[in-house]
């Protein structure tokens, strides 16, 4: 299947700080998703991005379609303790239907 | 509003025991219908998904079974679990002829000892 590479694996940020993270693909996707995932719950949808370029918001959280089409990136700003999870990736290539997922990212964020 | 339920919540079964894991979407007609495995807290591996009442799909030879007897119900089975069962088991759901966005359930955590 294909293998969505996303990092870091693991961060330790301040509370007000910043987040970057990213997802590159092997192939070209179509579609690109990001989930946040609390310990013991299912993934919950943050983003969705459907074309190359898109940059799109949900209040702190800013996501953007990569130009190349085989990466996306996600970023928080000024984090704040509820921030702590699972970040997870997901895309779908042009050439299929199912979605794949990213390994995660899992955000620490120290008070 | 649509809503999808997965019971139950967590779960400990011996090496050898059958295991059947429910999960139910409220609110919306011919969802196609998914379950994952998550190993570690990590990646999430697709095993089954259903675009309609019994038609299961299987993306990986294993241990496990599916079955959808109602148009919003969709359950994963074993017959005999292994200790390489054990993990945090997804059910998710999506409209429309496409692989669309997906929307999980609050998962199940199982546990083989």
């Known amino acids: 299947g294909q293998q969505l590479n996303q990092s870091p694996q693991s961060m330790f940020i301040q509370e007000g700080e910043d987040v970057s993270m990213n997802c590159t693909s092997s192939?070209?996707?179509?579609?690109w998703l990001w989930y946040k995932q609390d310990p013991g719950e299912g993934p919950v949808l943050l983003i969705a991005?459907?074309?190359?370029?898109e940059l799109t918001s949900n209040g702190r959280l800013t996501a953007q379609f990569g130009i190349t089409r085989k990466d996306s990136f996600l970023n928080i700003s000024a984090s704040i303790p509820s921030d702590v999870g699972i970040y997870f990736c997901?895309?779908?290539?042009?050439?299929?239907?199912?979605?794949?997922f990213g390994t995660g990212t899992s955000l620490t964020v120290i008070p | 509003s649509q809503t999808i339920h997965q019971w139950p919540a967590t779960l400990v079964q011996p090496v050898g025991s059958p295991l059947s894991l429910e999960c139910t979407v409220e609110?919306?007609?011919?969802?196609?219908l998914y379950w994952y495995r998550q190993a570690a807290g990590r990646g999430l591996q697709l095993l089954f998904y259903?675009?309609?009442?019994?038609?299961i799909s299987s993306e990986v030879p294993q241990n496990l079974s599916a079955s959808r007897p109602q148009d919003r119900q969709f359950i994963l089975s074993s017959k005999k679990l292994l200790l390489s069962d054990s993990g945090f088991y997804l059910c998710?759901?999506?409209?429309?002829?496409?692989?669309?966005?997906?929307?999980f359930g609050a998962g199940t955590r199982l546990s083989v000892l």
């Open positions: 998710a759901w999506s409209v429309g002829q496409g692989w669309d966005i997906q929307y």
């Open positions: 192939s070209i996707f179509n579609t």
């Open positions: 991005l459907y074309k190359a370029g």
């Open positions: 997901a895309g779908r290539s042009n050439t299929g239907n199912q979605f794949y």
């Open positions: 609110g919306t007609s011919n969802p196609n």
């Open positions: 259903s675009v309609g009442i019994g038609q």
